[in-house]
């Protein structure tokens, strides 16, 4: 019998291998993970997607050399997932798998055989053969006779040997974590001790043995004086699981999340419940403003799934608000098993999650990021996607998947509901809604007495203020700020700008510090003392001589979340909370500051996009949105779509609880049509205004846009030549096909870390002429020079 296997390495490709015979036909199943040769190289990971194909006519096949496993981690529905991703954004079939999932990729697999004793090996005695092993690697198999595999393979379908999972070496577990955030006390001539903490500052919990490549050579006992110093600790991912377990029991007793629906919840909680029932797939818009208790309906609808007998699984976009939303889950259903996986956990942790996910038969709720879509959940009933707007649940880099197109794929796998919730959905969901596509259900009012909070602009221009001259909030937007502390009350304030300053300028040869291998400016961290590109993670020391004129005479021009919160500090004499990526970097560091602000330890919260999702404080009664310009002006059809989203969201924050809230949005340009929607949270007129411009430009959702990115090196002169090549054969094409193309251009972003990039947009009445154009380019000659990248329906546009 033969089988078609998807490499899960490249190249990714499906390759007809034949299954050997000392196997029965039946031992073999779709969604097994597989060892095959490949060449003369290395043996290849792969699946096997289909059983009984037909070999190519006059063609030998080789055989697979031995199964990775003798029950698929991964179910037929699994596999055809991945395989269908690939294929949507024209991947080989393996790319999916591979990329998502890196762990199916290990070959490091263990054969125990039961009626063999292992012996250890006696001084002068020579080691024992493979066929006289206890314990058999794939590398002492493959050496192996047809005979002798024949009789290994029959102790394994016999029972008399086992496939043990990959070996949790200490090392390969062990990881780097920070155990306080800058400033650290440590000499400023201790250069590789600080090396060592930014890298894990910037880049979070690191694997113990990477990070000492990653340094480089003399790097290990840096670390360890680093452990020694108690500035860094080491955890394996089973300590790191047993101390959140720990936290949890002896974390002091939270209320519980104890409710009564409203009639509003009741009703959809009514409508929801009989699409559980798996006889077919569902879709349905849970449109509620902020506030209207959406989080209580999703813990019904879990509620009720559980009783069933189903699963469920709840996607947050980022992990603030999964942490949140397990929080509340934990609470409301203190009996059901919750699962959490987001992309920020170890390697090691998430295939464990990912293996117990598989074994589990009974029904649970699991809990994440995007990437929980990809987990094996067994009867799965519903999917639900909150703030189904959200643009982290398109993933743009290596496989530019976005969820809810994977969500829908999956529900029409499982005969699923498919549950969207926000109160801002995507324009192209609501229109989806208004074509009658996606019933929807509404939540119109707040939980409690309290309106929606009023919202107010604060016109701001480029004068410095005349009382405080160092900040970027207005005298009104600063006494209503000294207004709700002196009540007792809490703020939060938007900056969606981290760092201290987003540019430094030099006033004597008038040009801003930029970073050499990205065409963008440098920012300012002033708590790490360094400028840091955003992109590509160069660094420099500051203050330092200008590296164009020698000089020191520096301005920071703008304000970021790090100088907002300084200056805030200085000005009340209190501590100032600053939620952004910088700050919480350090594992624990999200959940400690959430935990601060709620429990009062300090009133006033700045922090970027993070804080303007899901959390519920109910003593804050002050929104404030520094700048609420940031975003308007980028070159993307969704800007005024993405600012709306974010600032109502963000007026969401305030007024919660018993208390009234009050907002207050900063602006340079008061006519911008956006802000009469804003002020009133009407998403209805802000959809019907933005859906007549579209229409106008034909942009989604009258069309349909794809982008392709070309990259190559900077400095590659034949690279340079092959994409006037390309250009020139894109134009033609197009015109030939009769396709609207724009481009290519250089990127709005031209250089990042020393790669030049160029882009195109085509807008279509369908996918597959944008798809075709692709595939075509792909086999140009010129493409061989060249980095294609496709990405339909794009969200990033620089």
Not at 185 to 213: D, F, S, W
Not at 410 to 430: F, H, M, N, V, Y
Request: charged share 25%.
């Amino acid at each position: 019998m033969n089988a078609l296997i998807t490499l899960l390495v490249p190249p990714f490709q499906n390759l007809t291998y034949g299954l050997p015979d000392f196997f029965p036909e039946t031992f073999w199943k779709e969604g097994m993970r597989v060892a095959v040769p490949l060449g003369r190289g290395p043996l290849r990971p792969g699946i096997i997607c289909k059983l009984g194909t037909e070999a190519p006519a006059g063609v030998r096949l080789k055989n697979v050399t031995w199964p990775l496993e003798t029950e698929p981690l991964l179910t037929a529905a699994d596999t055809e997932l991945m395989l269908a991703v690939s294929e949507r954004y024209c991947l080989a079939p393996g790319t999916a798998a591979g990329m998502m999932l890196p762990f199916l990729k290990d070959l490091n697999v263990t054969l125990r055989r039961l009626d063999i004793q292992k012996k250890k090996q006696g001084a002068g005695e020579a080691p024992p053969k493979a066929e006289e092993k206890a314990l058999l690697h794939l590398k002492d198999i493959s050496g192996m006779s047809a005979a002798q595999k024949q009789k290994i393979a029959g102790e394994l379908v016999n029972g008399r040997a086992q496939i043990l999972p990959p070996r949790q070496d200490a090392a390969r577990s062990e990881r780097c974590i920070l155990s306080c955030s800058a400033p650290w006390p440590v000499r400023p001539n201790a250069l590789k001790q600080i090396k060592c903490l930014e890298y894990l500052m910037l880049h979070g919990a690191t694997n113990h043995r990477a990070l000492v490549r990653e340094l480089g050579p003399g790097s290990a006992s840096v670390v360890q004086s680093l452990l020694r110093a108690g500035l860094v600790r080491l955890e394996s991912d089973q300590d790191d699981i047993r101390n959140e377990e720990l936290q949890e029991l002896l974390a002091e007793p939270a209320s519980p999340f104890s409710f009564t629906l409203t009639e509003d919840q009741q009703k959809a909680v009514d409508a929801l419940i009989p699409l559980l029932d798996r006889t077919k797939t569902a879709q349905r818009l849970l449109f509620g403003v902020t506030g209207s208790g959406k989080t209580a309906v999703y813990i019904r609808i879990m509620q009720a799934a559980l009783e069933q007998g189903t699963s469920v699984l709840l996607l947050a976009p980022e992990v603030a608000l999964a942490h949140k939303l397990r929080k509340d889950c934990r609470l409301a259903l203190p009996s059901a098993d919750i699962v959490f996986y987001h992309g920020y956990q170890s390697q090691v942790r998430r295939e464990a999650t990912f293996r117990e996910t598989a074994r589990k038969k009974t029904p649970c709720i699991v809990i994440g990021t995007r990437s929980a879509l990809f987990l094996p959940i067994h009867n799965l009933s519903c999917i639900i996607m909150d703030e189904e707007h959200d643009a982290a649940f398109k993933q743009e880099t290596r496989v530019p998947y976005h969820a809810k197109e994977v969500a829908w794929f999956k529900a029409r796998q499982e005969k699923a509901l498919l549950l969207l919730g926000s109160a801002t959905p995507d324009i192209k969901t609501w229109y989806a809604a208004s074509q009658g596509l996606l019933p929807v259900l509404r939540l119109p009012k707040r939980i409690g007495k309290n309106s929606l909070p009023p919202v107010e602009l604060v016109t701001i221009d480029k004068r410095r203020f005349m009382d405080d001259k160092d900040t970027l909030l207005a005298p009104s937007s600063l006494k209503a700020l000294d207004e709700t502390l002196e009540r007792g009350e809490q703020a939060i304030i938007l900056l969606n700008r981290r760092g201290f300053a987003p540019l430094i300028y030099c006033p004597d040869c008038r040009s801003t510090l930029s970073c050499p291998n990205c065409s963008v400016g440098l920012s300012f961290h002033r708590e790490l003392g360094r400028l840091l590109c955003h992109y590509c993670g160069y660094s420099l020391d500051f203050p330092a001589p200008c590296p164009s004129c020698g000089h020191m005479h520096f301005l920071p021009m703008g304000e970021g979340t790090e100088r907002l919160s300084d200056y805030l500090t200085a000005r009340y004499g209190r501590e100032v909370l600053r939620f952004d990526r910088d700050s919480t970097r350090r594992e624990g560091a999200m959940e400690e500051m959430l935990a601060r602000f709620a429990s009062h330890e300090a009133d006033i919260l700045v922090g970027t996009q993070m804080v303007s999702k899901g959390h519920h404080f109910p003593d804050v009664t002050l929104a404030v949105v520094a700048d609420g310009d940031l975003g308007l002006g980028l070159p993307d059809y969704r800007a005024a779509e993405r600012t709306f989203q974010l600032l109502v969201q963000s007026s969401g924050r305030a007024g919660r609880g018993e208390k009234p809230g009050k907002v207050l949005i900063q602006t340079r340009n008061t006519s911008h049509y956006c802000w009469k929607y804003i002020m009133n949270a009407d998403y209805e007129g802000f959809y019907a205004e933005e859906l007549a411009r579209r229409q106008r430009f034909r942009f989604p959702p009258f069309s349909h846009v794809t982008l392709i990115r070309f990259s190559f090196e900077r400095g590659d002169d034949d690279a340079s030549a092959a994409m006037q090549d390309m250009e020139t054969w894109l134009r033609t094409t197009a015109k030939e096909r009769s396709l609207p193309l724009l481009g290519p251009i250089p990127s709005p972003l031209p250089v990042l870390n020393n790669v030049m990039r160029y882009q195109c947009l085509l807008k279509t009445d369908e996918w597959g002429g944008a798809r075709r154009l692709y595939y075509d380019a792909l086999s140009q000659p010129c493409a061989s020079k060249l980095k294609l990248f496709l990405d339909l329906d794009p969200f990033a546009m620089l």
